[in-house]
């Protein structure tokens, strides 16, 4: 039973893990009329909750397994698992990871690693590296470690909702937690359904990488045709053949939420609570705007916090896009004097400003085309400004959020 195996992983992982700190948080329990805490594996070992699952596994293997090595596909946090846990065990280990690992949980790999590990960039998804650990293990007899599909693994990452009734001292009413392959879902939702089965179980997927929504619609794992990568901890295209039944079968409820809505609530945990939190690590706490749990105690796991500065960027744009705040419009000015004049003039109102102009002019046309990006400072703002630009003589078109113009431009 999972459940008995969670306990024994978390007898295991005594004095190897980091028994993280659970927290109250006053922004989201104001918000939502509930008493929210957050469950910090940001401040884990690696910096998220994937020790648990890989020191499980790999502290089991018999000599003849353990001179053999481990490999394992990661997005990123996963592989600084493995990494770990095979240093600290003398297991030379194998990560590989996709070209989309952001380069920081590249380095902390190595870092946690050092000379026991090996790091291999092997393809665009998750999926591409684990195809080429499978091959690397194939023709080594190297044990492959997986992120999420193994009993073991599912296990230990199993032992996070023991220690949320331990330092709670009580069974939370509802626990939130992100969902990538399932492993977290399925050995939290397994332990909590067999131990405590009033509480509610929610897990939450980007709406970009909703892999185990569909696999419930299929009745079993499929194959996303489109994935979007930037909720990389948790961007799977196939949830697995271990995690989807125990999920199933402890009655957790899925949502999905905005990659926008994620980027909003990394920027929230960053400038109201002092957390710097991964996309994935934001989805949970994320998904309360769409829960009724007033007057419950409920636990959201911040699974992780391995996020790169440098992806600050793309998070405030995508958060402004998401918050209604920015947009775009690909606007045909007339080649004569005072036409942009014009339109800053009679289309744009007084708080609205321009943040990007991209024009070429073309000589041997009347018009050209520029791509203009408006940032204004509330939702509400936007039917006004639209109705200006239909009243206008110009020829201006919305370059709306996921179609190919939008990919393409910005």
Not at 226 to 252: I, N, Q, S, Y
Not at 352 to 376: H, M, P, Q, W
């Amino acid at each position: 039973m999972i459940a008995d195996s969670v306990s024994a992983a978390a007898a295991r992982l005594a004095g190897v893990v980091l028994s993280t700190p659970l927290q109250p948080n006053l922004r989201l329990s104001a918000a939502t009329g509930a008493d929210v805490w957050l469950k910090r594996e940001d401040l884990q070992v690696g910096r998220s909750y994937k020790l648990r699952g890989a020191y499980n596994l790999l502290a089991g293997l018999d000599a003849t397994e353990r001179a053999a090595g481990a490999v394992c596909a990661s997005a990123g946090n996963h592989g600084q698992g493995v990494a770990y846990a095979c240093r600290e065990l003398g297991i030379r280990g194998r990560v590989h990871v996709p070209s989309t690992t952001p380069r920081q949980k590249r380095e902390r790999i190595r870092a946690l690693g050092g000379e026991a590990v090996e790091l291999v960039v092997a393809g665009d998804t998750y999926d591409e590296a684990a195809a080429a650990a499978a091959e690397h293990a194939l023709h080594t007899g190297a044990t492959v470690v997986p992120a999420f599909d193994d009993e073991r693994t599912i296990a230990g990452q199993g032992t996070v909702g023991v220690e949320i009734v331990e330092q709670l001292g009580k069974a939370p009413d509802v626990v939130v937690l992100p969902v990538g392959g399932g492993g977290l879902l399925a050995g939290v939702g397994s332990w909590l359904a067999a131990r405590y089965p009033e509480v509610r179980i929610i897990g939450v997927e980007p709406a970009g990488a909703a892999g185990m929504a569909a696999a419930f619609g299929a009745a079993g794992p499929v194959v996303l045709p489109e994935l979007d990568t930037f909720v990389d901890g948790a961007a799977v295209r196939r949830v697995g053949d271990v995690t989807f039944p125990l999920v199933r079968a402890c009655g957790a409820e899925l949502m999905t939420v905005d990659e926008g809505r994620v980027c909003t609530e990394m920027l929230d945990l960053y400038q109201t609570d002092g957390i710097i939190a991964e996309p994935a690590g934001a989805l949970a706490t994320a998904a309360l705007d769409d829960l009724v749990v007033a007057g419950e105690t409920v636990v959201c796991l911040l699974s992780g916090g391995n996020n790169d500065v440098s992806r600050y960027g793309e998070v405030v744009e995508r958060s402004l896009v998401h918050r209604g705040l920015k947009h775009y419009f690909l606007v045909e000015f007339p080649q004569e004097p005072g036409a942009l004049r014009r339109f800053l003039d009679e289309v744009l109102g007084p708080d609205d400003d321009i943040v990007l102009f991209e024009y070429v002019k073309r000589d041997n046309r009347e018009t050209g085309a520029a791509l203009v990006g408006v940032e204004i400072t509330a939702r509400d703002a936007y039917d006004p400004l639209w109705k200006r630009m239909e009243a206008s003589p110009l020829t201006i078109q919305l370059v709306a959020p996921g179609t190919t113009a939008y990919r393409f431009l910005v």
